[in-house]
């Protein structure tokens, strides 16, 4: 059974940081990629930003030049560095990971329950 866990959420004003963290754990083969979600009320879920093993991270339109996405393998885990952030970016933001466990030959889909980030004034 795999789990993916986020943790780093809060209360910021506008312009200030914030970082999220989200560490698999289980029985894991391998993890190809992970990513970050993020679903404000009354709005679909949206990419924040994902990262492939190896690979360069890609970010959605709205958090780029803003946000920084980062892994280390050695501890499944993914982290996600907010700056300069605004009003429109509260929300509950959600971590995915594509895991192969150990049981499996397979790669699939795991969320996190979850962690809300509120920009207010």
């Known amino acids: 059974q795999v789990q993916l866990v986020e943790s780093g959420g809060g209360l910021v004003q506008p312009g200030e940081s914030l970082s999220l963290t989200c560490t698999a754990s289980?029985?894991?083969?391998?993890?190809?990629?992970m990513g970050w979600y993020r679903q404000a009320p009354g709005k679909q879920r949206e990419l924040v930003g994902q990262?492939?093993?190896?690979?360069?991270?890609n970010y959605g339109d709205s958090v780029k030049g803003r946000f920084t996405l980062s892994r280390d393998n050695d501890k499944n885990t993914v982290y996600l560095q907010m700056t300069s952030l605004q009003l429109e970016d509260t929300a509950d933001y959600y971590c995915?990971?594509?895991?192969?466990?150990?049981?499996?030959?397979?790669?699939?889909?795991?969320w996190g329950r979850g962690t809300r980030v509120t920009v207010s004034a």
């Open positions: 289980g029985s894991i083969s391998s993890i190809s990629t």
């Open positions: 990262i492939n093993s190896g690979d360069s991270p």
């Open positions: 995915w990971m594509a895991v192969r466990p150990l049981d499996s030959p397979n790669y699939s889909g795991y």
